[in-house]
């Protein structure tokens, strides 16, 4: 059976919280904003440096089948062809993974900047927002 007084006194709960809710909501809206504009930034970053990557592996696909052709080609037979057709290959190697390091350490170094940088000035602005929301309540009509 339904229990009517239970019932508003939930419906009060609920009106209580949800008016609490609204009150921060102008504190709120600046920690949204700088949060989404935050992960624009890491979306931004995330494909460039993911788009160079996938360069560097194309290219790395390319130099394998090219050096695999050489070895066939140029080093059967001969130890120390091979090992210098080898040792090229791999040198280009470390500098494409060289090059990932690089950009990958920039990539979080702008996204940690722009995280850093949104979440101060979303702080600066709720707490601008609060004062404003604190002094309309203390605020008495005329």
């Known amino acids: 059976m339904l229990d009517l007084k239970k019932t508003i006194e ?35 970053e ?4 993911s788009s160079a990557w996938f360069k560097r592996r194309h290219t790395a696909t390319r130099t394998a089948i090219e050096t695999s052709k050489r070895l066939s080609e140029e080093a059967m037979g001969n130890p120390t062809a091979a090992m210098g057709i080898l040792a090229d ?21 702008r996204c940690a900047a722009a995280a850093v940088t949104n979440e101060v000035e979303a702080v600066e602005e709720t707490v601008e927002g609060a004062k404003r929301a604190t002094k309309a309540a203390k605020s008495m009509p005329v």
């Open 10 to 44: 939930d419906m009060q709960k609920i009106a209580k919280t949800t008016n609490s809710a609204l009150t921060a909501m102008p504190t709120a809206g600046a920690q949204s904003t700088y949060f989404w504009k935050a992960q624009d930034t890491f979306l931004s």
């Open 46 to 49: 995330f494909e460039e440096f």
């Open 89 to 109: 290959w791999q040198k280009h190697s470390m500098e494409r993974l060289a090059e990932d390091t690089k950009d990958c350490m920039a990539m979080m170094t």
